[in-house]
């Protein structure tokens, strides 16, 4: 195929799939200039083997997602499917959950709930350091100023709205990311060492290395702790027992009359989601979320 053409690609999904979910997530989160998402759809750039691309996913007949791809498809259907978790039983993984009834409350509202992934690996963890202590709008903004800073424009290939590559470690390696993005020094010293890190290591992002493995690889980096190594891990290499236990948004999904759990409860508590605990992380965000905006339209208490 030549670098400017467009194929189209299907790539199936067991159902039930919720593509408004994912799709949510992944527009919430998205890098100004690299990703965009609109109604329906979600879009970014990408590069492969010297040449730029851009690739626009929608939900389509017969259970698939069609990716129309302007440039050299190569590894995308590769990476959608990672990124939308397409290849997720929902069945099998809402039964086992299903164990704790709570869970199986959940379960039954969004039964096709999937955990978003990541198109990139490095990509993913820069994001996941970047919203440290902030808010994802605020990282969001952090991360189209990265773009615009280092990232390179798009050649080739051209779609509204999408005009950089995210950069990779090679130009982080060494760049004054505090300084160009206004935020603290130390934040700036972790994405250069991941920078670092990647490109002495080529499979630190590689699936399939095992939770404990990856989280301890990740955690020995600078300033990556247990929460952004299991994020990076849920997320980026797929692992699907992952779980951020401190989390602050899962502790207020569980609150109760009697309060809410530590982080330690939390933990004793998710060993009946195992082996599908990343699941139930975005089971109870959701909870979490809605409750959080059916109280936001209530407003005050009189």
């Known amino acids: 195929m030549q670098p400017n053409a467009t194929e189209s690609i299907r790539l199936p ?24 998402a609109g109604p329906g759809f979600y879009a970014r ?43 997720a039983d929902p069945e099998a993984i809402g039964r086992a959950l299903s164990s704790d009834p709570f869970m199986a409350g959940l379960v039954a509202a969004r039964p096709g709930l999937r955990v978003p992934g990541a198109w990139d690996g490095f990509e993913l963890a820069v994001r996941a350091i ?14 189209g100023k990265l ?17 950089h ?31 670092a890190a990647i490109l002495a290591e080529p499979d630190l992002f590689d699936p399939g290395q095992g939770l404990a493995q990856a989280v301890t690889r990740l955690k020995a980096l600078r300033g990556i702790g247990d929460w952004t190594a299991q994020y990076i891990a849920m997320r980026a290499l797929r692992e699907a027992d992952a779980l951020p236990t401190g989390d602050i948004g899962l502790l207020r999904a569980l609150e109760n009359e009697a309060g809410r759990p530590t982080a330690k409860a939390l933990d004793a508590r998710s060993e009946a989601w195992r082996p599908w605990r990343a699941y139930a992380v975005l089971h109870l965000w ?17």
């Open 45 to 87: 750039t990408f590069a492969s083997g010297g040449t730029h691309g851009v690739v626009r996913i929608a939900l389509t007949d017969g259970n698939a997602v069609l990716l129309t791809v302007t440039g050299p498809a190569c590894d995308a259907p590769a990476r959608a499917a990672g990124l939308l978790d397409l290849e």
């Open 130 to 143: 970047l919203g440290q202590q902030v808010s994802v709008a605020a990282a969001t903004r952090l991360a």
């Open 286 to 302: 959701a909870h979490d979320a809605a409750r959080l905006h059916s109280t936001a339209l209530k407003g005050p208490a009189a």
């Open 13 to 36: 999904f067991k159902a039930p799939y919720d593509w408004d979910g994912v799709q949510g997530y992944l527009a919430a989160r998205a890098i100004p200039g690299v990703e965009l």
């Open 165 to 195: 590559l995210f950069p990779p470690p090679s130009s982080l390696v060494e760049a004054d990311v505090a300084l160009a993005l206004n935020m603290p020094r130390a934040r700036g010293a972790a994405i250069r060492a991941l920078a």
């Open 147 to 163: 773009v615009a800073a280092f990232g390179t424009p798009l050649d080739g290939v051209s779609e509204p709205g999408l005009s």
